[in-house]
């Protein structure tokens, strides 16, 4: 098994699925921090550094797409996937708007999440090493913004 460095947060309020998803990652070798609401989460992200995070939509005490405009002022560069039961139009462009790296819907298929966690994980990486905007880096960002066009249309 690789072992990677990066550390995940995971944010959400069902501790049954909570744990199948940490013990998913670090069986794929990352290491996971996780929380139950937002709070827990900021605290989490004060005192972390993390690589990415994994956010329910509906905490009890906030939205997905509020928590990663608070996580966003900590770590500006954290790909966040949003994950939710509720594929409406209106949620999906809640969380690009917020700027979620990607929406994945509930139930969670975990080879998708797998996919997403490693792409978002490259994504951040390219980005660090950019310099400056060159044509792969445009490319990346087209790329991206198109698959959000893709989803929001499903």
């Known amino acids: 098994m690789t072992r990677h460095t990066n550390r995940i947060l995971l944010v959400d309020d069902d ?19 996780s929380a139950t ?14 690589a990415l995070a994994i956010l329910d939509f509906n905490l009890p005490d ?20 949003i994950m939710s039961a509720n594929t409406s139009q209106r949620i999906k462009l809640d969380v690009f ?31 660090a090493s950019a310099s400056r905007p060159d044509s792969q880096t445009i490319q990346i960002k087209k790329s991206f913004f198109f698959r959000w066009v893709r989803i929001i249309k499903h």
């Open 15 to 33: 501790t049954s699925s909570l744990e199948v998803l940490c013990e998913v990652l670090n069986r794929a070798g990352y290491e996971t921090l």
């Open 37 to 50: 609401n937002g709070y827990e989460a900021l605290r989490i992200v004060q005192e972390n550094l993390i």
């Open 62 to 81: 906030t939205t997905g797409a509020e928590l990663l405009g608070q996580i966003k002022q900590f770590h500006p560069d954290v790909p966040v996937i």
């Open 97 to 127: 708007e917020a700027g979620a790296y990607t929406f994945i819907a509930k139930p969670i298929d975990l080879r998708q999440l797998l996919q997403f966690v490693a792409r978002g994980l490259s994504f951040k990486q390219q980005w």
